[in-house]
């Protein structure tokens, strides 16, 4: 008897569910627009680097000059035991978006 009373509550539960399934609609995250510049300091930094790891990334902002601007990154790589940091600036023609210089600074922290 107790288990046609567990059938019975399980076939009540299941026919009272909702016919639907509410979901949560997820827009796909939006794109940074440093990210091409992330890209090139990146590719960048490991044609400078061929031997090392890159590790971490960090965007430090940009600064706006009269016709350009420069975006900062940050990058930490590893080669072999040896970690270390390296200051990505990457200057380009604001309208253009024609790169005008790279520059990179190592850093021990």
Known sequence: ???TFI???IIIT??????YIPTIAHTPPEIPAYAKWGKLAIKETQSKYPNA???DY???GSESRKDSTIEKFKLWL????????VFV????T???EKVVTIEFEETSR
């Open 1 to 3: 008897m107790r288990k």
């Open 7 to 9: 059938a019975l509550g």
């Open 14 to 19: 299941v026919n009272s569910a909702p016919t």
């Open 53 to 55: 790891t890159i590790i």
């Open 58 to 60: 960090l965007h430090e």
């Open 78 to 85: 590893k080669d072999g035991d040896h970690e270390f940091g």
């Open 89 to 92: 600036r990457i200057e380009y």
């Open 94 to 96: 604001t309208e253009t």
